[in-house]
């Protein structure tokens, strides 16, 4: 299986190559050269499989046994999911009104990003030992990637993180799971500014190759190719558990409301779609709407200014999968893609080709969920089911009850749950119910904290540069004084 960019100037690069590197040299996102497509069989043998063997039949499709051998594979995923809570790893509550929650997000941080980014670590650690090499991970958040990122490598040896996080823009249950892991392998920035703003200098420094070759750089966002693989098995999930047979040919399709953010798991949606599963995709966004207007009007384009939602992981105004999303639909093309690309980054507004839109329009409907929409659904949850929503499930529960209430025909329906909301007490209070906190997550209050400032007027990318290459002579200190 090789590894193409989405803007096509970039040589092809194996499973391993797409892992270490985040970004393509040419700027681009790597995907698969070709998509396995799978039949009704297939299916059906994998519709009644365990969540973690679903991931080890993805992977094992994407990963070639020359890199990691089956049973290698195999051992590594199970490692990775061996600190979930639910024994399931994820969990399909049924609840009234045919309101299907798929559970996401019993790993240890409490957000489905444990789901990808413990196997992407496994993935990473497995090469590196083989290789005998360190890296350094830059992460760019919005709230749940940080702290799954930093969970999935706290400690290891062979490993640098260095976690860029929007300072008072996530929940404070959210950055005090980043800022109290005090470890000497994990290095947090509290930056005054958006996500987006922050992705800024983790673009230039990334966009310098051969700074990047020097200090062995690599991303943990959902840019990565390996979090898109992993976050297929949801949708593949969903399908199986919510599909009301396979015997009818064609298999009945299964609604999957996706709430998007940097649209990671959308294109994942779109991937699994493409290899046969016949899922209808919905993507469900808050206030931050340019999914929504990219796929109802075209209109690809930036609003004045990221606005701060009950729903915070998804106050993003750049949602990088779109990419992915856009080459898959134009047919692998990468020169489109790049001309759409390259435009987006220069005048950050871009008005999709006729043909694009309608097909994007086509494959996937969407909604954006004001605050107000957000509390009302999660207390209609928690009145009709005793179930309590965190505000990003409610975003596309709020799609679900919109469809009920119409009365409208529709196939069965599943609606991802990113996170628990254990971690949103505010959003909780907001829609005027009790906060149901784990003493895990209560005990973080009484931590020591760290966490340099990022402050309005410094230079973020000198200092994220500055950090890097002091880490670098640190590693090659400590190396020298080793005992031979």
Request: a neutral charge; hydrophobic letters at 40%; charged letters at 20%.
């Amino acid at each position: 299986m090789w590894y193409v960019s989405t803007r096509g100037m970039a040589p092809r690069v194996d499973f391993e190559g797409a892992l270490f590197s985040g970004y393509a040299p040419d700027g681009g996102l790597y995907m698969p050269e070709k998509l396995p497509q799978l039949d009704r069989d297939t299916l059906r043998q994998w519709s009644v499989v365990s969540y973690p063997s679903l991931v080890k039949e993805l992977c094992s499709l994407f990963i070639g046994p020359e890199l990691i051998p089956r049973d290698d594979l195999n051992d590594l995923i199970d490692r990775a999911f061996s600190r979930f809570r639910h024994k399931e790893v994820v969990h399909l509550s049924r609840l009234k009104n045919g309101l299907n929650v798929l559970e996401l997000w019993h790993g240890v941080t409490y957000a489905f990003k444990d789901l990808s980014l413990c196997c992407a670590t496994q993935f990473l650690q497995y090469f590196l030992e083989k290789r005998k090499k360190h890296i350094t991970v830059v992460v760019g958040t919005s709230g749940d990637t940080g702290s799954a990122a930093i969970e999935s490598v706290q400690g290891a040896e062979n490993v640098d993180i260095i976690v860029l996080l929007p300072k008072g823009r996530c929940t404070k249950i959210q950055e005090l799971q980043m800022t109290t892991v005090l470890r000497e392998n994990v290095h947090v920035f509290g930056a005054e500014g958006s996500s987006d703003e922050l992705d800024e200098p983790i673009r230039a420094v990334f966009a310098d190759v051969a700074f990047v070759k020097e200090h062995s750089l690599m991303s943990l966002s959902s840019i990565n190719w390996s979090r898109v693989l992993v976050q297929m098995a949801h949708h593949f999930f969903a399908y199986f558990r919510c599909a009301p047979t396979l015997d009818l040919h064609p298999p009945p399709p299964v609604e999957v409301v996706v709430p998007s953010g940097g649209a990671g798991s959308l294109a994942a949606g779109f991937i699994a779609q493409k290899m046969g599963l016949p899922i209808h995709l919905v993507a469900a966004v808050n206030y931050n709407d340019i999914i929504h207007r990219t796929i109802q009007r075209g209109d690809f384009s930036l609003s004045e200014a990221v606005k701060p939602t009950l729903a915070s992981a998804m106050d993003i105004q750049v949602p990088y999968n779109m990419e992915r999303i856009f080459w898959l639909l134009s047919g692998s093309d990468s020169q489109v893609t790049r001309a759409l690309m390259e435009q987006f980054e220069r005048t950050r507004s871009v008005s999709l080709p006729k043909e694009l839109h309608s097909k994007l329009s086509e494959a996937v409907i969407s909604q954006s969920v004001s605050d107000e929409a957000i509390t009302q659904t999660m207390g209609r949850c928690w009145e009709e089911n005793q179930y309590l929503l965190c505000p990003h499930s409610a975003v596309a529960v709020s799609y679900h009850y919109q469809q009920v209430d119409r009365r409208q025909p529709s196939p069965p329906r599943c609606c991802l749950a990113p996170a628990s909301a254990a971690k949103f007490p505010e959003a909780v209070l907001a829609a005027g119910l009790t906060p149901e906190t784990p003493a895990e997550i209560l005990a973080l209050e009484h931590k020591e904290a760290r966490c340099t400032p990022m402050r309005k007027g410094d230079d973020w990318t000198r200092m994220l540069r500055g950090l890097i290459e002091d880490l670098s002579r640190q590693r090659q200190g400590r190396f020298r004084n080793a005992p031979a």
